[in-house]
């Protein structure tokens, strides 16, 4: 455009000349001044418009070359962006993949949970069944107890372990949609600079560029440091949530150890107080088994006992019943002839001591047959108290070890 003007104020000045100049008065034609100054005013425009035509060319190759390196450096810039990009999508994508999978060992573990909170809730209610006498809160009960508690406090605490990584894994993905939408967006950049980078004055329609140069929109008005910075905010963030995802699964992973071995801890505590319990009535139903048998041979022999007294009662009747009749066949004697004498008092001593004995005797018959009472008392209660300890040790061996010894605690 300098060029352009020069040459203009070049040819004004060649006019101004050829006004100065005295014209050719003759009608034949132009005067030799006047050709000669319009001859030199075309030659100098023609200078100029080849200089300004060859300077014009200059600067477009100039600027077009400029554009060209400019147009490679920033796609080497998005190259480079792109390839960050798509590094933490890999690894954020991995970690995805691998906290869906501890959320399935999760899902696994509470799922396993209710098999042994149910058979526990089933001990408890089959032990409920046991005699009254027999529900005291015993070992048993306490650990039992426990072990509810402990099982439904493991579902908790797994229950809201799934509900962390569910949010993790959200947020996981809402940090991989904006690496996906950078890098599809840095790819259609990179594209159009790429396409920019190849265009040639040779390959480019003038009338097709003129039709979506009218179309364009004005782009947004983005810095290049908040360019680059929007894509280091979007990657910090994939590496934030990926480092907490990490740490969730080393959370999760030792969560899982360690609430397999509180479980597995706690059914064999429970196992062997079980056990003990089952040992401790097992005796104690011997113990009453043993005293069972002594007392119905006690009540055997008291029964002989007894029959043993009846007889010996019967059999000093008759002495007793003849020394009686011969104190009253002496008793008839006449007059003088009813002397004291040895044989009466002989006689009154046998009645009095053959009553003695019969009376010890039939006292002794009538504890015999208080003792009998006693004995079939306590032959009750231990039959009574063996059907007891029987029960519940059907309940405690039989079918709470059997609900109890398909119990498998996994760590998963």
């Not at 004995?357 to 006292?363: K, T």
Request: glycine share 2%; aromatic share 4%; hydrophobic share 35%.
């Amino acid at each position: 455009m300098q060029l352009w003007s020069q040459g203009k104020q070049s040819a004004k000045d060649g006019m101004s000349h050829l006004e100065g100049a005295p014209r050719w008065r003759k009608v034949g034609g132009p005067s030799p001044e006047s050709v000669h100054a319009m001859r030199s005013s075309s030659e100098r425009h023609t200078a100029e418009s080849r200089r300004m035509i060859s300077e014009a060319d200059r600067a477009s190759r100039r600027m077009q070359q400029d554009i060209c390196k400019r147009l490679e450096g920033r796609i080497r810039d998005i190259q480079f962006l792109r390839q960050e990009l798509e590094c933490r999508l890999e690894e954020l994508l991995g970690e995805i993949d691998a906290l869906t999978a501890f959320s399935v060992r999760v899902e696994k573990a509470l799922q396993a949970c209710s098999e042994p909170l149910r058979v526990t809730l089933l001990c408890l209610e089959e032990r409920t069944k046991r005699a009254p006498v027999e529900q005291e809160c015993d070992e048993v009960e306490r650990e039992l107890l426990r072990e509810r508690e402990v099982f439904e406090d493991v579902a908790s605490l797994l229950r809201r372990t799934s509900e962390q990584i569910v949010e993790q894994i959200r947020l996981n993905r809402s940090a991989k949609y904006y690496l996906e939408k950078d890098l599809k967006d840095k790819f259609q950049a990179q594209n159009i600079d790429s396409s920019c980078a190849l265009m040639a004055n040779h390959s480019f329609d003038h009338d097709r560029s003129s039709r979506h140069a009218t179309l364009a929109l004005p782009s947004m008005v983005v810095s290049p440091e908040e360019w680059e910075n929007f894509s280091w905010i979007t990657i910090a963030k994939a590496e934030q949530e990926k480092a907490n995802s990490s740490a969730l699964r080393a959370l999760v992973d030792s969560l899982l150890e360690e609430t397999a071995t509180d479980m597995q801890r706690q059914i064999q505590a429970t196992a062997s107080v079980f056990q003990l319990k089952i040992q401790e009535t097992k005796t104690a139903k011997a113990q009453m088994e043993d005293h069972l048998s002594r007392v119905l041979s006690e009540f055997a022999s008291q029964e002989r006992n007894l029959k043993a007294l009846l007889e010996a009662v019967a059999e000093k009747e008759i002495p007793l019943g003849v020394a009686q009749a011969r104190l009253s066949a002496r008793a008839r004697r006449p007059g003088t002839e009813q002397c004291h004498d040895a044989p009466q008092a002989r006689l009154i001593s046998e009645v009095q001591e053959l009553t003695a004995y019969i009376d010890r005797m039939r006292e002794a018959e009538a504890q015999s047959q208080t003792e009998q009472r006693n004995l079939i008392r306590c032959q009750l209660d231990l039959q009574e108290n063996i059907e007891i300890k029987a029960n519940s040790l059907y309940v405690d061996e039989v079918i709470c070890t059997q609900l109890r010894e398909h119990v498998m605690i996994h760590n998963f």
